[in-house]
T-cell receptor
Framework: GEDVEQSLFLSVREGDSSVINCTYTDSSSTYLYWYKQEPGAGLQLLTYIFSNMDMKQDQRLTVLLNKKDKHLSLRIADTQTGDSAIYFCAEAAGGSNYKLTFGKGTLLTVNP | DVKVTQSSRYLVKRTGEKVFLECVQD?????MFWYRQDPGLGLRLIYF???????EKGDIPEGYSVSREKKERFSLILESASTNQTSMYLCASSLGGGAGTGELFFGEGSRLTVL
């Protein structure tokens, strides 16, 4: 079955870049996603990348996709304390774009 | 503003009670989902529905059932709550028919404690 792996914790200093990594197993994934969950809230989509792309940039966010290695990363430039949250990597399983498989989430802590 | 609303943010129930968690979306989405979120385990799919009166089991359906009588409403039912069902429950919805990017819109979550 599908599996998505990511490290559980990351701690950075304010102003530094954060890089959150993710590996997935389903080679037929059409879309890959990054979701953000702030304390006490549901998840919100941060960004997504289509599987035929290898990079997507959106303001402070850069997503890199290495399809050969099934590796996805999220880089947050100039990380702020407001970026402290749990970040989930997810893939659209089995080529379908409606059933997502999530990683366990990476808790990003930004220290002043 | 698009919205997924879960009826209760916090619930405390006793072992053996029947529990209903309600979710309503106002985006006319075909697909609706129930996940549970536990520390260290991430999000696990309980059930999903891609149309009214349709349902499919997710990865951990045991001990749960669902109901989708209307397009906008998807209910999660715990027939006889147990302590191992203490968790955060997240409802989500998305466009159907393979449309769009598959983006899930989540509710704020319902934290259930079973004593």
């Amino acid at each position: 079955g599908e599996d998505v792996e990511q490290s559980l914790f990351l701690s950075v200093r304010e102003g530094d870049s954060s890089v959150i990594n993710c590996t997935y197993t389903d080679s037929s994934s059409t879309y890959l996603y990054w979701y953000k969950q702030e304390p006490g809230a549901g998840l919100q989509l941060l960004t997504y990348i289509f599987s035929n792309m290898d990079m997507k940039q959106d303001q402070r966010l850069t997503v890199l996709l290495n399809k050969k290695d099934k590796h996805l990363s999220l880089r947050i430039a100039d990380t702020q304390t407001g970026d402290s949250a749990i970040y989930f990597c997810a893939e659209a399983a089995g080529g379908s774009n409606y059933k997502l498989t999530f990683g366990k989430g990476t808790l990003l802590t930004v220290n002043p | 503003d698009v919205k997924v609303t879960q009826s209760s943010r916090y619930l405390v129930k006793r072992t053996g009670e029947k529990v209903f968690l309600e979710c309503v979306q106002d985006m006319d989405h075909e697909n609706m989902f129930w996940y549970r979120q536990d520390p260290g385990l991430g999000l696990r799919l309980i059930y999903f529905s891609y149309d009214v009166k349709m349902k499919e089991k997710g990865d951990i359906p045991e001990g749960y059932s669902v109901s989708r009588e209307k397009k906008e409403r998807f209910s999660l039912i715990l027939e006889s709550a147990s302590t191992n069902q203490t968790s955060m429950y997240l409802c989500a919805s998305s466009l159907g028919g393979g449309a769009g990017t598959g983006e899930l819109f989540f509710g704020e979550g319902s934290r259930l404690t079973v004593l």
